[in-house]
């Protein structure tokens, strides 16, 4: 969970300085590749997503949850707000 959070941290200040990621982090980083994060809403979208692993892993989970995953939810709950600015390729 530490280095998950380090390469949050890392892409949210706009440098990854690692040459090895553990599977969970190319996951993570493919998923951010292929779901649309408007630049200017991504570190906020990061931030909610770490606290959702953060609570993911808090109720028993082994692995993190998908960026996408998470995303999907966040727009699944914005149905009856204001819509959210992602949308992933499946």
């Known amino acids: 969970m530490t280095s998950l959070s380090q390469l949050v941290h890392e892409i949210i200040g706009g440098a990854v300085r ?8 190319l996951e993570l980083l493919l998923d951010l590749q292929t779901c649309r994060v408007r630049k ?9 997503y770490l606290r959702a692993v953060q609570q993911h ?3 028993g989970a082994m692995d993190p ?5 998470f995303l999907d939810q966040e727009n699944q709950r914005s149905r009856y707000a204001a819509p959210v600015e992602v949308s992933c390729a499946s």
């Open 57 to 59: 892993f808090a109720q």
């Open 65 to 69: 949850l998908r960026l996408s995953a």
């Open 18 to 25: 690692r040459h090895t990621f553990t599977q969970w982090e």
């Open 40 to 48: 200017t809403s991504r570190p906020e979208v990061l931030k909610r």
